[in-house]
Nanobody
């Protein structure tokens, strides 16, 4: 069972950048597909980005495509989400998730392991 801890959230002005990280422990990180999800107050948790164990062909939600980049460093057991050109509507708690499969799926139900989340707030 892999444990996940997010970090790097904070307050940033619209148009700015932020990178959040997710450190994994207790499992074979390199074999996990990793995903980022977010949840704004009063809204359902939504998919942001996912990356397979090899780092090839990451997938993104349309709302973040071209602005966010997901990457991973299997040597450091860490997955990153670089967020550029941030908008107030990106404000949410960002969660890291892991699944023991090769498909970088958008379905949160297919991710068995979740971090506690990190708050990202974008001011206008």
């Amino acid at each position: 069972q892999v444990q996940l801890v997010e970090s790097g959230g904070g307050l940033v002005q619209a148009g700015g950048s932020l990178r959040v990280s997710c450190a994994a422990s207790g499992g074979a990180f390199a074999m996990y597909t990793m995903g980022w999800f977010r949840q704004a107050p009063g809204k359902e948790r939504e998919f942001v980005a996912a990356i397979s164990w090899s780092g090839e062909t990451p997938t993104y939600a349309d709302s973040v495509k071209g602005r966010f980049t997901i990457s991973r460093d299997n040597g450091k057991n860490t997955v990153y989400l670089q967020m550029n050109s941030l908008k107030p509507e990106d404000t949410a708690v960002y969660y890291c998730a892991a699944r023991a499969g090769t498909v970088a799926t958008e379905n949160p139900r297919l991710y068995a392991n979740w971090g506690q989340g990190t708050q990202v707030t974008v001011s206008s």
